[in-house]
């Protein structure tokens, strides 16, 4: 609470002497989720794999956010409320309250000063990206200092000094361990069209005392022979350079990330040791103006990135499955999927070693139709399988009332890997996926909405169908009401659940006045990986009532 008092006496002792003159500005915005758990065992939702199904039976969280501008100062503070949540951990339980965030910051001349929590990251976010996803429990935000130079318009040079918040077991406090970094960006132009942006960065993290100790003694206990024994380092050290470039119609980027050898443990507990890389390459191609009457239009995009041992926690000890500690950011490289089933097998970036490639190919036969194809493969670095999608959309618009698409996912997904199965146990999950949506608006605010996908496979928990039916009134609500059902179920991987035909119903209602917005939903959800923003996370299954409430001000 001592941050919370100094907050507030900068914003009194500052907006007292400048009330004659400037009252400021004052905003803000909220956001609440409230839970209850409905204890469903036939699908896995029992104590077992949370314990508010046994125990707390409801949890909440809460984010009041509030920002005060004033004669050239920015004051920002959020208060956040845990209670009996699993959005951290989904599998415990936790409760906690206060300032999950605070900052205040001033601009003098062409250096931006920021003290207390910010958000931020070096390039892509590679080797450095402090940042909140609230959907999934994370945030990210470093507590310290961090200068931003203008040199020019198009040349901008950052450092910052701090710590880590937003761990499990210190949500509201930083961690001990020292992060610091500096960050360098030079945008060039020519007069024949072409840009180049050039960037560097470097960061350390320096371990605190207790994480050095603890890890030198699990060193000692592996029994190592003298030709296989390492010896920790306080420092780790991060080093990139990135460019972006576009020439007429093309883009091109690459980033090569180097990291010194350290100790890490992986998703299986395993301590391994030694320096990483990261590669990222990528191009495109986009042109308007196609075909005989010029009304087509053609998109291209590919990336190839590799990963070797680059993982970047703010300790050895943060848990990789439960995106515990990240200093560093490495996104699902396959594409970002919106239909429920198409979304059910993602591959998170596997921190330990991976290489793939994705590329997607949008053409537009005129403003009503379009196809979209998009391949994505990626395998470890041993050259096994890890994942592989194949996909094709087509989207059409019929008339001014009905449009549709269409399209169909083939998938190649290592669950073991994926989901830290036992070894041996889990075979690799192989499925088809047809889809389609139908739209059809009845006026100029309502319009239905049809969605069905069915699941082909007979690996993991077997073959699933899905259809939802929506109702929007714009800009008032919208309802819906969904069915997941497991057509053809398989036990293998998780004999607990009974071998029959599961159905996984939901109904969802949305409403909003204004700036605020009430939701209130049924669900029921299959255990699985799942991805937010690029962000992937296992979780159990879940069973229960959702309410939210969100506005601004």
Known sequence: ???????????????????????????????????????????????????????????????????????????????????????????????GQGLGFWQIKKSVGDLEITAGSFYDQFGSGAIFRAFENRLIGIDYAIEGVRLKYDISEDFVIKAFTGKQKGGLDRRFDASPQIVKGINAEKGFYFQNGITLNLGASAVNRTLDENSYGKLVTEIQGLGLTKEDVFYPKYNTYLMNGYFNASVKDFGFNGEFNYKTAEPIIDNRGALIYGDGSLVILGASYSKRKLGVNKKGGLGVNAQYRRI?????????????????????????????????????????AQFTGEQGLQAEVIYSFNKNTNLMLNYSDIKDLSGDQLFREQFAQ?????????????????????????????????????????????????????????????????????SFYHGILEWNNSPKFSIAASNMINTNPVRIVNASLPNQVLHYPSLFAKYNVKTTSFTAAYIKQVEGVVCTGGVCRIEPAFSGLRFTVATQF
């Not at 969280?61 to 959020?78: C, M, P, Q, T």
């Not at 200093?327 to 591959?347: C, F, I, K, N, V």
């Not at 690799?428 to 319009?447: A, C, M, Q």
Request: aromatic residues 14%; charged residues 20%.
């Open 1 to 95: 609470m001592k941050r919370f008092y100094t907050l507030i006496t900068c914003i009194v002792l500052i907006s007292t002497g400048s009330v004659a003159q400037d009252k400021g500005v004052f905003s803000g915005n909220l956001q609440s989720n409230f839970n209850v758990f409905l204890r469903d065992s036939l699908i896995g939702a029992v104590q077992g794999a949370s314990p508010q199904y046994g125990k707390q039976i409801s949890s909440s969280e809460s984010w009041l956010y509030l920002n005060y501008d004033v004669k050239g100062w920015h004051f920002a503070a959020r208060y956040d409320l845990f209670n009996n949540s699993n959005l951290l951990n989904p599998g415990d339980a936790y409760s």
């Open 394 to 462: 087509v989207e059409h618009k019929i008339n001014q009332r009905w449009k549709g698409k269409i399209g169909l996912q083939m998938v190649t997904y290592n669950q073991e890997v994926y989901e830290v199965k036992p070894l041996g146990k889990a075979d690799d999950v192989h499925t088809i996926t047809p889809f389609g949506e139908i739209t059809y608006k009845l006026n100029r605010k309502n319009s239905l909405r049809f969605e069905s996908q069915m699941l082909i496979t007979d690996q993991d928990l077997g």
């Open 308 to 348: 070797d041992n680059f993982a970047f926690n703010v300790d050895p000890y943060s848990q990789l499955s439960l995106l515990q500690g990240f200093l560093s950011y490495q996104p699902s490289l396959t594409r970002q999927a919106s239909y429920r089933m198409l979304a059910r097998y993602q591959a998170p």
